[in-house]
């Protein structure tokens, strides 16, 4: 069943507010007050890493959508796809096609705004795996820090499919039940063009949020089933803030 979250009235509240009083009374499922995000995170010079064919495992995740068609698949664009775990760490599948194959591409941890209710936040991304068409390519095993890492490819491609663990993204929502997050999501590519797509992932989502859009069009989320969707969105205003219930630890 589909639905799209109302706006609430009073849009001068702030989103990470609205989620909090909404977490608060646990009871009921009322939708964050957006605010318009403002800020920029510094991005420290690329580093160079020459890499070379390996193996990955599938690039799929245990509940993803069964989206195939849209930005990142069969338009220029970007599809990202993340389902949390109980530590809070978010399964991230991203997927960029480009409007013209390319030779390298430009990684960085997720650029967050200052979105509200994140501030200070500094995701990290780890155990990174890529396919460029359809060859593996390895990547740093390391985590993505504060800087961008250029990626050569093995052949110029179009496509390029990534999947990634998304640590350190999440605040604990207090007061509210417990297990209850805030999570900031964004693309870890960069340079790429068209639209972006989002879907998070899970029994536990309650809502998503588009704090860098137009005030009357924050609260940005449809739901389908376990999935909620935001999108399409421009590149330069695709951050996005979920709130979520965490499953329980050894839950499926």
């Known amino acids: 069943m589909r639905h799209r979250v109302g706006v609430r009235r009073a849009l001068g509240s702030a989103v ?3 989620l909090l009083v909404a977490a608060a009374a646990a009871v009921r499922a009322d939708s964050p007050r957006p605010v318009v995000a ?15 064919p390996q193996r990955t495992d599938a690039l799929a995740l245990r509940h993803a959508p069964a989206r195939t068609t849209g930005p990142g698949m069969t338009t ?13 760490a978010f399964e991230v599948i ?51 820090g504060s800087g961008s890492t250029i990626v050569r ?34 693309p870890i590519t960069t340079g790429a063009t068209g639209a972006v797509m989002i879907d998070v992932v899970g029994a536990g989502i309650r809502n998503l949020v588009c704090p860098q859009l137009d005030v009357t069009a924050q609260v940005c989320g449809v739901q389908r089933g376990q999935t909620w969707s935001a999108g ?12 979520v219930d965490l499953p329980s630890p050894g839950g499926s």
């Open 16 to 18: 990470a507010a609205g």
């Open 38 to 52: 403002t800020g920029t995170l510094s991005v420290a010079a690329p580093k160079v890493v020459v890499i070379a």
């Open 76 to 88: 220029p664009g970007t599809y990202l796809a993340a389902e949390p775990d109980a530590t809070g």
């Open 94 to 144: 991203e997927r960029i096609r480009l409007t013209h194959a390319v030779s390298k591409v430009v990684l960085r941890r997720p650029v967050l705004p200052n979105l509200p209710g994140l501030q200070g936040v500094r995701p990290t991304v780890t155990t990174l795996q890529a396919q460029s068409g359809s060859q593996p390519v390895a990547l740093p095993t390391s985590a993505l």
């Open 153 to 186: 490819l093995p052949a110029p491609a179009r496509d390029l499919s990534l999947r990634y663990r998304l640590q350190a993204a999440t605040t604990r929502s207090t007061p509210a039940p417990i297990g209850r997050v805030l999570v900031g999501l964004a």
């Open 232 to 243: 399409p969105l421009a590149r330069d205003q695709s951050a996005v803030i979920a709130q």
